[in-house]
């Protein structure tokens, strides 16, 4: 086998054979040249290629996504090293473990003028659960350090940052290792279950409580813990369509249920309790509610971290979900109350309604969300863009039996693509994206990569810009608006779709939607591309009557 002749790059590569860091996507450069000859020399390892660094650190984040083991990704010095952040911030909000290992020169080397040359260390530090900053030379401090990151990167699932200076030679090779570095064990942290006896009281006497659950892995929450929560008479649970949590007493389409509501309304829905797990909250409108309408006690369910996001946070309990509901529920005893009862009437009747406004629109996002959603095969895996393909995919019922995932971490446009393609290649399941014209197109270096399965589709919803700054309040027709924040476009997929071999095929109404849709699933030749066109101005009109007809 060929190794590195630099005994740090050896190292490095051991440990992270030992700590079974498999995947490993490599970006070209010259400074972390011993890492890749090492890396992609050893047959334990699966290495990517990826030439666009923040395409290349997504991608990996999709990979981590999945197989909820972390990934690293590699680059050489300099600002390649910057074009991981967004990745990186996204790891952290979302909790995904994260692997960045940059080369970088030797520290007498910075600030001195070289080429290529930046402020390496601690560049991460505000998102990053741990800084590994080596010295040049193999030690058994940076063994410890080297440990030390991976190990925090499991527990405290996160995005972990190892900068590894080195110096020319950079190419040179060896047949057998020289050093033997120092292994140490992840040691994960046992959570003591505390005493419950205060809440389950509080809990017991409540008549009115709201579980509101954030973005989860599939099957995460044991089923039999959300058919207690599905199946009890004073507890309402709202889901978003990242929860991958399923019931037929959960509401799934929270802003369709409470937009309307009037304040009565909301002094009524008001929880005595609220109890939240899973990631970042989509909804807008429920955090809105919730900080004006503040629940007695807020409970967060987090083995890491608890955010106070709506203003009243009182108790975070720091266990997964399962490990609480597993004692929790031994001591809980059923309520009477109607508090579910009524918001089921409020979703029955709102589903209604639904049908029939959609029944009676002209041809538009919100018309084509309702198309697209009923069609997905099961089975499949939904990857959706932020910003409106997010949104509109929360007012439509989506088959419990499709994994959703979304990077609501930091909520941003600038990876989805990415993402999908790197969660495609380890889920082995059909992958579908849908996404927007401006996050797709602003992602559209994830489209060179060599490693896009045959089965990826992409579901393209193109209505000329970023339709959702329309919906928002400041909206006004004039050139500044859809200069600076719609960023008004005319261009299409279609090229960039056969630059890079995808099926290219269109859609601009019902008909040729639906036909669309059939055509891309009957064939998994190449990946394939529908590019779905709808009307700019009417996106909008018709969204915002929709939250009028609804009650």
């Known amino acids: 086998m060929i190794y590195p002749k630099i005994e740090l790059a050896q190292a490095i590569i051991q440990i992270f054979r ?43 984040l999709g990979i981590a996504q999945q197989i909820n083991k972390p990934v690293a990704v590699v680059c050489t010095s300099g600002s390649a090293l910057l074009n991981y952040y967004p990745a990186f911030a996204e790891a952290f909000y979302s909790e995904i473990p994260l692997i960045v290992l940059s080369a970088d020169r030797p520290k007498n080397k910075i600030d001195i003028g070289d080429g290529q040359t930046i402020r390496q260390e601690n560049v991460f530090a505000n998102h990053s659960v741990f800084n590994a900053n080596l010295n040049e030379f193999h030690s058994d401090e940076n063994d410890l350090l080297i440990n030390e990151a991976i190990n925090n990167s499991i527990t405290k699932k996160g ?17 057998e290792i020289s050093i033997n570095p120092k ?4 040691t994960l942290i046992n959570s003591e279950i505390e005493d419950f006896s205060t809440y389950i009281k509080d809990w017991n006497l409540s008549k009115k409580k709201l579980i509101v659950i954030g973005g989860l892995n599939p099957n995460e929450i044991e089923q039999k813990y959300l058919d207690v929560l599905g199946n009890e008479n004073s507890i309402v649970v709202m889901t978003e369509v990242t929860s991958n949590a399923h019931h037929q007493n959960f509401i799934t389409n929270i802003d369709t249920i409470i937009t309307p509501f ?23 409108r429920i955090k809105t509610f919730l900080r004006k309408y503040k629940p007695k006690q807020h409970w967060h369910i987090d083995e890491v971290r608890a955010y106070d996001t709506f203003g009243c946070l009182t108790k975070h309990f720091e266990v997964s979900p399962n490990t609480f509901f597993n004692t929790f529920f031994q001591k809980i005893t059923s309520v009477e109350s109607d508090y579910q009862h009524k918001n089921l009437e409020v979703k029955n009747l709102r589903l209604k309604k639904h049908i029939e406004y959609l ?7 919100l018309k ?7 069609k997905l095969p099961p089975h499949c895996q939904l990857q959706i863009s932020n910003s409106s393909a997010i949104r509109y995919a929360q007012l439509s019922s989506i088959n419990s039996k499709i994994e959703v995932f979304c990077n609501r971490g930091t909520s941003g446009i600038d990876g989805s693509t990415s993402t999908a393609i790197g969660a495609a290649n380890a889920n082995n399941k059909p992958t579908v994206l849908i996404t927007g014209d401006i996050g797709f197109l602003y992602d559209s270096n994830a489209l060179w990569n060599n490693y896009i399965p045959k089965n990826f589709k992409i579901i393209l ?21 859809t200069t600076f924040f719609e960023t008004s476009h005319c261009l299409t997929a279609e090229h960039l779709a056969k630059m890079y071999g995808f099926e290219y095929n269109i859609a601009s109404n019902d008909t040729s939607l639906e036909k669309g849709i059939e055509t891309m699933f009957s064939q998994n030749e190449k990946p394939s591309l529908l590019e779905v066109f709808t009307p700019t101005l009417e996106n909008d009109k018709v969204l915002l ?5 609804l009650v």
């Open 18 to 60: 030992n700590k079974e860091i498999q995947h490993i996507v490599i970006s070209p450069g010259s400074r972390n040249a011993p890492l890749t000859i090492g890396f992609v020399n050893n047959p334990y390892f699966k290495c990517y290629s990826i030439a666009d660094e923040r395409c290349a650190a997504f991608f990996a």
């Open 159 to 175: 995005p972990v940052h190892i900068n590894a200076p080195f110096e020319e030679p950079l190419y040179e090779t060896v047949s």
């Open 183 to 186: 292994i140490i064990s992840s």
């Open 262 to 284: 009037s304040n009565d309304d909301f002094l009524e829905f008001q929880p005595d309790i609220l109890v939240t797990f899973g990631g970042m909250i989509v909804s807008k």
């Open 359 to 365: 029944s009676k629109i002209p041809f538009t996002d």
């Open 368 to 374: 084509a969300f309702d198309i697209i959603l009923p």
């Open 461 to 481: 919803i193109n209505n000329g810009g970023g339709g959702i700054f329309r919906i928002l309040p400041g909206h006004d027709e004039t050139p500044v608006f």
């Open 545 to 549: 009557q929709y939250f009028k007809e």
